[in-house]
């Protein structure tokens, strides 16, 4: 199953929300048989770094539509979180 998991803010900071989602994105990519790919406002590499996971950026609020269309079209998941 691929899922595509889109956070609008930064999965690396380290309070309620962003947390919440780090977690379960972490969850997700743990499962077998899953392919993931996470969408956030965090730079790439401090995001694969801390994830493990694949990581595209947003690079400001105004183009997170764009991203996110962008993402589904060329990673066509099965599911986006």
Do not use: W
Request: proline share 6%; aromatic share 6%.
């Amino acid at each position: 199953m691929r899922v595509l998991s889109y956070f609008g803010g930064r999965f690396l900071e380290s309070r309620g929300t962003p947390s919440r989602a780090r977690n379960l994105t972490l969850a997700l990519a743990g499962l077998s048989g899953v392919e993931l790919l996470a969408l956030s406002a965090d730079p790439a590499r401090d995001a694969r770094e801390a994830l493990g996971v694949d990581h595209l950026p947003i690079p400001s609020i105004k183009d997170r539509q764009a991203c996110l269309s962008r993402a589904v079209k060329s990673f066509r998941p099965d599911v986006v979180y």
